[in-house]
Each structure stands twice: as structure tokens, then as C-alpha cells.
């Protein structure tokens, strides 16, 4: 069994910052991409952005410059530092991995989603 647990999200002010987490736990051999995503009130669920294990990045136009995503692979974690934040940044956010298991002799690569965190950017 596989578990993705945010943590982070919150109330925050225009122009402020927040630092979401994500940690994988559970039977699992190897993380691979690891990523956010978004789904603001009324709209479909979007990608913020990825991360592979060896570091590479992807964002979303709508945050590149303002968001790092980042990622811990002994610690099977990742993060999302969101800067200059602005009130349509409002969604819940969602924790993503595409995680390796081990089911008796065999590999089982699935993809996971966490529970989801509320991001709130409001005066």
C-alpha cells in the first residue's frame, strides 16, 4: 500500500508565499516523476509542475518564474515553493508520483495522488 500525505497549504495574502510537501510512504521501490497539480473552484484539475528523479522540470506557464518544485529521493518527498503568489493561484492541490512497488517477484509501476491540500490567496 502507497501513501501520499501533503501538508503545507493555507491562507496567505497576495504577493506572499507558501511551501507545500508531499511524502510517499508505503511498499515502494523506486519514486519517478513526482509532480503537483491544481484544481481551482469550477475548473478541470491542471498540472503545476513535475519533477523527474534525475531533476528535470516542467511548470506551467502560469507559474514559471514564481514556482521551484523540488524533490528528496532518499526521502521520497517533494515540494513546491510558490512565490509572488496571486488570488487565481486559489485551488486545492494534489501530490503526484508514478511509484514502483514489488508484488512477490514482481514490479508494479501505478500512479498515485495525495488527499490534496487548500491553497487560499486572498486579502
Known amino acids: 500500500q502507497v501513501q501520499l500525505v501533503e501538508s503545507g497549504g493555507g491562507l496567505v495574502q497576495p504577493g506572499g508565499s507558501l511551501r507545500l510537501s508531499c511524502a510517499a510512504s508505503?511498499?515502494?521501490?523506486?519514486?519517478?516523476?513526482m509532480g503537483w497539480y491544481r484544481r481551482a473552484p469550477g475548473k478541470e484539475r491542471e498540472l503545476v509542475a513535475t519533477?523527474?528523479?534525475?531533476?528535470?522540470?516542467r511548470y506551467a506557464d502560469s507559474v514559471q518564474g514564481r514556482f521551484t518544485i523540488s524533490r528528496d529521493n532518499a526521502e521520497n518527498t517533494v515540494s513546491l515553493q510558490m512565490n509572488t503568489l496571486k488570488p487565481e493561484d486559489t485551488a486545492v492541490y494534489f501530490c503526484?508520483?508514478?511509484?514502483?512497488?514489488?508484488?512477490?517477484?514482481?514490479?508494479?509501476?501505478?500512479?498515485?495522488w495525495g488527499q490534496g491540500t487548500q491553497v487560499t490567496v486572498s486579502s
Open positions: 508505503g511498499s515502494i521501490v523506486s519514486v519517478n516523476t
Open positions: 519533477i523527474t528523479r534525475s531533476g528535470n522540470t
Open positions: 503526484n508520483a508514478d511509484i514502483y512497488t514489488r508484488i512477490f517477484f514482481e514490479l508494479s509501476l501505478n500512479n498515485y
